[in-house]
């Protein structure tokens, strides 16, 4: 059996910011203190480098000033979050131009108990789309592919 990817692409009707889904999540319990200690950044700089951060949640007002800044709008960007009530968790990708964002259940992520090879997509989706619907969602689409 191969490796699998999950993610949900969410599609919102004007663009989004990471202030906006991070302070939407948070107020319903999630957080951007990840497992590995601190605020896991992205920037996908001009040159096309990930270029990956960590800095402490005392910071987040600052990683999301530069995660929004106008100049990285032509960029992706990400910041992980992480629910540590249910202990799971994951990447919130944001493409060029903020309309379209990726969640990927990157950390810890919930299986299927009845099928473990594959991902609870239904828990995220329960845990997310009510939260994102007040942030302009118009619609998602999620998929598991074995690769």
């Known amino acids: 059996m191969g490796s699998r990817d999950?993610?949900?692409?969410f599609t919102f009707t004007h663009p989004?910011?990471?202030r906006a889904i991070v302070d939407a999540l948070t107020a319903v319990g999630w957080s951007?203190?990840?497992p590995a200690?601190?605020?896991?950044?992205?920037?996908?700089?001009?040159?096309d480098m990930y270029e990956w951060y960590a800095s402490s949640p005392e910071d987040i007002d600052e990683v999301l000033v530069r995660l929004d800044a106008p100049g990285n709008l032509p960029c992706t960007v990400a910041i992980n979050v992480y629910h540590p009530e249910a202990r799971?968790?994951?990447?919130?990708m944001f493409m060029p131009g903020r309309t379209r964002?990726?969640?990927?259940?990157?950390?810890?992520?919930?299986?299927?108990?009845?099928a473990p090879a594959f991902t609870d997509l239904a828990w995220y989706l329960h845990a997310l789309v009510p939260?994102?619907?007040?942030?302009?969602?118009e619609g998602y689409e999620?998929?598991?592919?074995?690769y």
């Open 16 to 18: 989004t910011t990471a």
């Open 88 to 92: 799971t968790g994951g990447m919130f």
């Open 32 to 34: 951007v203190d990840d």
């Open 101 to 114: 964002v990726c969640f990927s259940p990157s950390i810890d992520r919930r299986h299927i108990p009845e």
């Open 6 to 9: 999950a993610d949900i692409d």
């Open 131 to 137: 939260v994102l619907a007040t942030t302009g969602l």
């Open 37 to 47: 200690g601190g605020v896991t950044h992205m920037i996908n700089d001009a040159d």
């Open 142 to 146: 999620a998929k598991e592919i074995q």
